[in-house]
């Protein structure tokens, strides 16, 4: 079975500068997406960001952008000129992407981003 | 923008009491799932639907669960009889088709369970 782990639960920037969440995951397929959901108080699940595994090219959207390395199983975040607005819990998730394949998201524990102004 | 609703936004009932959690998918969308959030904890999958059918269930969708789409439109996740552990966010979820990367969530329902 698949496994997400993020493994910092609180993070803080101060406003303006630059973060990065972690996040590792464990699988044995080779063909799969990986996502950052961000989670504001609200609660709502907003998709931040999506990598197709078959892609070298790191995903951007904007001030998000991905390091995705994928013989280390690593999906890190990072978010640049932070605004107040990014403060949110951010999930990092995964799903199966071959024919037939599952197609649930399994998500990590989330880490709760603190931006300071 | 189209957006997945769901209703109530909080719902209390007692122990043992059946409930009801609507969601309205994407209109064009076709695959539909249910995840739930234990405050504080990750957000786990529950079930998903295409077709008229489950195409899949976590170990957590027992038989108190069921899930139903009884229109062209609407999308309900049924607990027959509630249990104080059931007490969660209930996010409903769709997509545009299966193998298509991003699911679009609603805004949750808070179930709280006395």
């Known amino acids: 079975a698949q496994t997400v782990t993020q493994s910092q639960p609180e993070m803080s920037v101060q406003e303006a500068e630059t973060v990065t969440l972690s996040c590792t995951y464990d699988?044995?397929?080779?063909?799969?997406?990986l996502f950052w959901y961000k989670q504001p108080p609200s609660r709502q699940m907003i998709l931040v960001i999506r990598q197709e595994a078959y892609k070298q090219q790191n995903a951007t959207e904007n001030r998000f952008s991905v390091n995705f390395q994928k013989a280390a199983k690593s999906f890190s975040l990072k978010i640049s000129d932070s605004q107040l607005g990014d403060a949110a819990m951010y999930f990092c998730?995964?799903?199966?992407?071959?024919?037939?394949?599952?197609?649930?998201?399994?998500f990590g524990k989330g880490t709760k981003l603190t931006v300071n102004p | 923008e189209p957006e997945v609703t769901q209703t109530p936004s909080h719902q209390v009932t007692q122990m043992g009491q059946e409930v009801i959690l609507r969601c309205v998918p994407i209109s064009n969308h076709l695959y539909f799932y249910w995840y739930r959030q234990i405050l504080g904890q990750k957000v786990e999958f529950l079930v998903s639907?295409?077709?008229?059918?489950?195409?899949?269930k976590s170990e957590i969708f027992d038989d108190q669960f069921s899930v139903e789409r009884p229109d062209g439109s609407n999308f309900t996740l049924k607990i027959r009889s509630t249990k104080l552990e059931d007490s969660a966010m209930y996010f409903c979820?769709?997509?545009?088709?299966?193998?298509?990367?991003?699911?679009?969530f609603g805004p949750g329902t808070r179930l709280t369970v006395l």
């Open positions: 998730a995964y799903r199966s992407a071959g024919q037939g394949g599952s197609e649930k998201l399994v």
């Open positions: 979820a769709s997509s545009r088709a299966p193998g298509v990367g991003e699911q679009f």
């Open positions: 639907f295409y077709n008229n059918e489950i195409s899949e």
């Open positions: 699988t044995s397929e080779s063909d799969y997406y």
